[in-house]
């Protein structure tokens, strides 16, 4: 099964309905789940994991043109992070703590053909409110977007927005995955009753939404020599680099 995460395979799709909910979260609940190579970035004292809530559509590897397109529900723990040597920039990287979606055949791939660990839960998501369960952990948030938000957070907007790209860990080496795509409106909303047991210490910082289909390329993963060589290649002006 590790071997077929060396697989090169690059995907196309696009993401509908996407919300980001960004709280924080103290660092010792989390550093002891980072492999070796990447540490937590701190913001005041605080880790912060920006959790995504998005609808996968017409997905399919570019191999395959439109012949094995597949949609799917995915909600994951990204944890701002900071790779030790910084081969892949530095206070732009996340790691995924952990992915879920409610389809299981989605689970057994993502786990089989990717670094990110894709576990299943019951989602029950509508349009403005979020209420998923892991055994017996859950998370739930519901959304306001005729009410405004009191104190907009313009620096942790910057901060999310300027995260382009993922870490990983496959047979002990750091490895890191992009995807491109032309535009990320990022919006902030009012959130009310946020609430987690998946972690303690917990602390709503801000939630933004995409009110638009962004249409991406995840690019296959890449080590540190390799990405350093295609990077400048990879990289468009005309283009914004953003894992999702």
């Not at 099964?1 to 609940?29: A, C, R």
């Not at 012949?67 to 892949?88: M, S």
């Not at 990110?116 to 209420?131: Q, T």
Request: hydrophobic share 40%.
């Amino acid at each position: 099964m590790s071997l077929l995460k060396n697989i090169p395979i690059t995907y196309k799709g696009e993401l509908h309905d996407i919300v980001l909910v960004n709280f924080s979260v103290d660092p010792d609940e989390v550093k002891d789940n980072l492999p070796e190579g990447i540490e937590v970035r701190e913001f005041d004292g605080r880790a912060m994991i920006s959790m995504v809530n998005v609808k996968l559509r017409n997905m399919r590897p570019t191999f395959s043109g439109k012949l094995f397109q597949f949609n799917y529900q995915h909600i994951g723990f990204r944890l701002l992070v900071n790779e030790t040597d910084h081969a892949f920039g530095i206070d732009r990287n996340i790691f995924f703590l952990q992915s879920f979606t409610n389809r299981p055949l989605m689970a057994l791939g993502g786990s089989m053909l990717t670094d990110y660990r894709l576990a299943m839960a019951e989602i029950f998501n509508h349009k403005l409110n979020l209420d998923f369960r892991r055994r017996s952990q859950i998370l739930s948030y519901t959304l306001d977007l005729d009410r405004p938000v009191p104190e907009p957070h313009s620096q942790l907007k910057q901060t999310i927005g300027a995260i382009d790209s993922a870490l990983s860990v496959h047979n002990g080496e750091v490895r890191c995955t992009q995807i491109v795509r032309e535009k990320w409106p990022l919006e902030e909303v009012h959130c009310t009753d946020f609430k987690t047991s998946f972690f303690k210490t917990a602390h709503l910082e801000g939630v933004f939404r995409v009110p638009e289909v962004i249409h991406y390329t995840w690019l296959p993963p890449r080590n540190k020599q390799t990405y350093q060589a295609i990077a400048p290649m990879v990289s468009n002006p005309k283009k914004e680099i953003l894992w999702q």
